[in-house]
């Protein structure tokens, strides 16, 4: 039951990071 919960909150943060972590790298490639 647990680790059902941890591995969907963890599917869903590499979800959620991908963007982020794209975003991240424009701001960096700005700087």
Known sequence: MVSKIIR??????KEFM?????????IIDIH
């Open 18 to 26: 991908k963007p982020l972590k794209d975003e991240l790298d424009e």
């Open 8 to 13: 969907s909150a963890y599917l869903g943060s």
